[in-house]
């Protein structure tokens, strides 16, 4: 994933190369939360389900073969299954960009640094909606006039 220009003074210089060691010698070009491989275009079923084409089987979301029989690919519904290009990247397991010991660093395709991400995407995501709520106050005044723009209030 790319890193945000307010977030690039937060990583190191050489952070290229340290996400090149976790992603490439350490997790050897797979997924650590899922398996699935980087740069391969895979088959998924949009739930977390994939295709792993090595073992012939469906896995799950943490990358655990499938039990239960689902018919392959081929076999499946047009439409249903999608086909996606798998990306790895260097996560951060605190969301501390300072803390970069082997420990604190992972590698993962961009479904599973999604899944990883969602408290701290939801936090931002909030702080954004404040934010822009703040500004409107400070601006607009009352939020009624910002939803009926023609309409004035009295007093307040």
């Known amino acids: 994933m790319p890193i945000r220009r307010e977030h690039r003074y937060f990583y190191p210089i050489d952070w ?3 996400s090149a060691v976790i992603r490439f010698v350490r997790a050897k070009g797979r997924c650590e939360g899922c398996g699935r491989p980087h740069l391969q275009d895979v088959r998924h079923l949009g739930d977390g389900r994939w295709w792993d084409s090595q073992a012939e089987r469906w896995r799950d979301g943490r ?8 018919p392959t690919p ?8 999608k086909v996606t290009r798998v990306v790895l990247a260097t996560a951060h397991r605190n969301h501390d960009t300072a803390d970069n010991t082997d420990a604190n660093l992972a590698a993962l395709c961009q479904h599973c640094h999604m899944l990883h991400d969602r408290p ?6 909030r702080v954004t909606l404040r934010a ?9 005044g009352v939020y009624s006039r910002l939803n009926n723009p023609g309409q004035e209030t009295n007093g307040v």
Request: glycine residues 8%; charged residues 40%.
């Open 16 to 18: 290229k190369q340290l």
């Open 63 to 70: 990358g655990r073969l499938i039990r239960r029989t689902l």
């Open 74 to 81: 081929e076999d499946m519904a047009a439409g249903l299954v």
């Open 120 to 125: 701290e995407h939801q936090r931002r995501r």
């Open 132 to 140: 822009r709520k703040a500004v409107g106050d400070l601006f607009n």
